[in-house]
């Protein structure tokens, strides 16, 4: 027997844990710009729309960034009139990524309903991401997010190298708080706080979210996102929620990476996220049974297995 067939994981809640926790799903886009080969854009569409049927809410889509920085995702006006249905049908948000006012143009005119901005918590990336330094990049930003927010549309701030940057090293949380504090004066409905290289340990965790409510940045509108370098992930997750955050990003099958850090590994996989959240009896409306097919799937699509331990779990075969 399977072992969800024996009633696997066996749920025992822990105590101070939210009842449900949204996972903010990053594959199509986190996922897929980090691969060597570029995906078809009807693969893209496939795997949006399973991901959809596997009972994710928030499924981030592509990136309206220009082709020449990341010719994986220069399909986007073509992929996302292909999913964009999944939101009257299913109620699926689809994020964006938009780099400045040109790529926020270009989504607004195909009916996008919720963007990003992507900011960084470093100069050393600011510089490599955006050629441009922080203070430079939340001036490019504001006017993508007045405008946006001007559109009724809803705004999520990305903060990368949170928690270590593979130039500068250790980052002091007062300069990843002011970052945010800075999105957030902006206008940005929700942060996302980047473990960008996957360096993040539990308590620096846990001291970042309590400096942020300490300058005015309330715990219910930040996310997290982890990468499982050194196997922290899902650690840095639960400290998360032990601090009361609800939403959680994650990749199916654990597709993605980090470019300036050549031993990161991918985001935290979806399906290792939510075998540990069944079993703690936080509700996420996935399934896990169909979220690992997906996964599979695409790994095939993409010629090698899934990194995500859970998708290997379930997924073998004698």
Not at 41 to 59: C, H, M, N, P
Not at 83 to 96: H, I
Request: net charge negative.
């Amino acid at each position: 027997m399977s072992t969800p067939e024996l009633g696997l994981p066996m749920v025992v809640p822990a105590q101070d844990l939210p009842a449900r926790v949204r996972i903010h799903e990053v594959g199509a886009r986190d996922g897929l710009q980090n691969e060597k080969a570029t995906v078809p854009t009807e693969v893209k569409a496939e795997f949006i729309r399973r991901l959809a049927d596997a009972g994710l809410t928030t499924i981030e889509a592509t990136s309206f960034v220009h082709p020449k920085w990341v010719p994986q995702l220069a399909d986007s006006e073509q992929l996302f009139p292909l999913v964009s249905d999944l939101g009257d049908t299913a109620g699926v948000r689809l994020p964006v990524l938009v780099p400045n006012e040109r790529g926020l143009d270009r989504a607004l005119a195909l009916g996008a309903r919720h963007v990003a901005v992507f900011a960084s918590a470093t100069e050393s990336f600011a510089k490599a991401n955006l050629n441009r330094t922080v203070d430079e990049s939340l001036a490019m930003f504001e006017p993508v997010v007045s405008r946006a927010r001007a559109d009724r549309a809803h705004v999520r701030g990305y903060v990368s190298m949170c928690f270590g940057d593979p130039w500068e090293g250790a980052v002091p949380i007062h300069q990843v708080v002011r970052v945010c504090r800075a999105l957030l004066d902006m206008g940005c409905d929700e942060l996302s706080l980047g473990d960008t290289i996957g360096v993040a340990t539990p308590g620096h965790v846990q001291n970042l979210l309590a400096e942020l409510n300490e300058e005015g940045v309330p715990t219910s509108v930040l996310g997290v996102h982890f990468h499982d370098t050194y196997g922290q992930a899902l650690a840095n997750t639960l400290a998360s929620l032990q601090h009361g955050v609800t939403t959680v990003d994650a990749s199916a099958g654990g597709l993605g990476g980090c470019p300036y850090a050549k031993s990161a590994t991918g985001n935290l996989a979806t399906e290792d996220l939510v075998w540990m959240l069944q079993g703690l009896g936080i509700d996420t409306g996935v399934d896990l049974g169909r979220l690992t097919a997906t996964s599979v799937w695409m790994a095939g699509q993409l010629g090698r297995p899934s990194p995500s331990r859970t998708v290997k779990a379930l997924s073998h075969q004698e």
